[in-house]
């Protein structure tokens, strides 16, 4: 009987293997929260920065100074999401069983181009 040695897969290399595929599943899972975060984020500062530059001309009404107090609150929120991402990797428990901070509230921008554009598809 003549056994091929090269064939031989042992416990430890099939444990490494799976730790492996957990490992990338994890880094992906991070990458497309970092990646919603950053999307979020931006979105939500242009709509304020927008609302801001009616509020410097005089020409802002009531409902749109409401909607950038609300939406500067929101904006913390996501910017302290991605600042929790960022120590995600540094746990105890990453990528075995990472502890994800919770999302924010994904605000309705109705003014928002991007989302009239999904409307239409």
């Not at 990338?24 to 979020?40: I, Y």
């Not at 009616?54 to 500067?72: H, S």
């Not at 994800?100 to 109705?110: A, F, N």
Request: charged fraction near 25%; hydrophobic fraction near 45%.
């Amino acid at each position: 009987m003549n056994i091929d040695w090269s064939q031989l897969i042992t416990k430890a290399m099939k444990d490494a293997a799976a730790q492996a595929v957990q490992l990338a599943a994890s880094k992906s899972e991070l990458s497309a929260r970092n990646t919603k975060s950053v999307a979020q984020i931006a979105r939500i500062q242009d709509r304020i920065d927008t609302l801001g530059y009616g509020i410097d001309a005089g020409q802002a009404t009531e409902e749109d100074e409401a909607e950038q107090a609300a939406l500067i609150v929101n904006v913390k929120s996501w910017k302290n999401y991605k600042f929790e991402l960022g120590k995600v990797t540094v746990q105890p428990t990453w990528y075995a069983a990472p502890v994800w901070p919770p999302e924010p509230v994904v605000p309705v921008i109705v003014a928002d181009p991007e989302a009239r554009s999904a409307e239409l598809i």
